[in-house]
């Protein structure tokens, strides 16, 4: 993680390095009974500040093909106008289904930062998951108790980079400033979820700044779920309740944002609440597959 290499990264930056790094225990709540400073929430956040780093975090095995097939090309194709890169690649201590890779997979939205995978057909009020490396099953969990205990209706995205949706946004604006009176354009995050309805939900097993990143490019309503501060657990089913960015968090969440909006009862969120024991950390079951630590 970039909480102990950093400044190396930065003197690889200077001298023009190229290349992949792999975060291979990422995420704050994969890696309990480590001790806080090996449980890593924060790299992607160190690693946006870093010009030269491409920080990503897929969710599955084909979303890290195309996004080093894009890196090997940016460093070494015959067309790259920025080939000093570094590609930093979060993966994690946990083991989880892998699907296989969709037709007609959206693969710009791949290497660009975000693609919807998962479509809902379910009748009822909207919502927009977002999800990242470990956390996307997470959301695709949610969405089947959203429909099936309380009739909403919500898709799923993997974010598999939320430094690039927020550069690209950046360069945007950046664009727009220094031509004015030019047609501006539109950052990719606010392209890809035009048309999408209802409130966006945004979970991670990092640090909730990392997900709010992307706010100010949204046009819908926006609320983050991340591990801040020092809650520690002994698995990671109890951890991610501690910090509530599991499963049924996630659906709460998604009811309060939708009681405000009058799309269901306002007593909703509170009786899911107590239905879903949100403040008993032995009640978490999201995510102990391969042991505890």
Request: hydrophobic share 40%; charged share 20%.
């Amino acid at each position: 993680g970039f909480q102990r290499t950093g400044d190396s990264f930065w003197a690889a930056a200077d001298q023009m390095t190229r290349g992949f790094i792999i975060g291979a225990t990422a995420g704050r709540t994969t890696l309990t009974g480590e001790g806080l400073q090996h449980a890593d929430g924060h790299s992607p956040v160190l690693a946006g500040t870093n010009p030269a780093v491409r920080c990503y975090d897929p969710a599955y095995g084909y979303e890290i093909a195309h996004i080093v097939r894009h890196g090997i090309e940016q460093m070494y194709g015959p067309d790259s106008a920025d080939p000093n890169v570094m590609y930093y690649l979060t993966v994690y201590n946990e083991p989880y289904q892998q699907p296989a890779e969709p037709e007609n997979v959206d693969i710009e939205g791949i290497v660009r930062g975000i693609h919807r995978i998962a479509r809902s057909e379910h009748p009822g009020p909207k919502v927009q998951l977002l999800g990242s490396g470990v956390s996307v099953p997470w959301a695709l969990q949610a969405q089947q108790v959203l429909a099936q205990d309380w009739g909403v209706s919500a898709d799923v995205w993997s974010v598999t980079s939320w430094n690039e949706l927020r550069r690209d946004g950046l360069a945007a604006e950046q664009e727009a400033f220094r031509n004015p009176g030019a047609p501006r354009r539109v950052p990719f995050v606010t392209q890809q979820l035009a048309g999408a309805e209802g409130p966006v939900i945004a979970s991670t097993d990092f640090v909730s700044e990392l997900p709010d990143r992307i706010r100010q490019y949204l046009p819908n309503d926006f609320a983050t779920l991340g591990a801040d501060d020092f809650g520690f657990s002994d698995t990671r089913a109890a951890a991610r309740r501690w910090f509530r960015i599991d499963v049924h968090s996630i659906v709460v969440r998604a009811l309060q944002m939708l009681a405000d909006r009058g799309e269901v009862d306002t007593a909703a969120p509170a009786q899911a609440f107590e239905r879903y024991r949100l403040d008993d950390v032995a009640a978490g079951t999201t995510g102990n597959a391969g042991g505890d630590a």
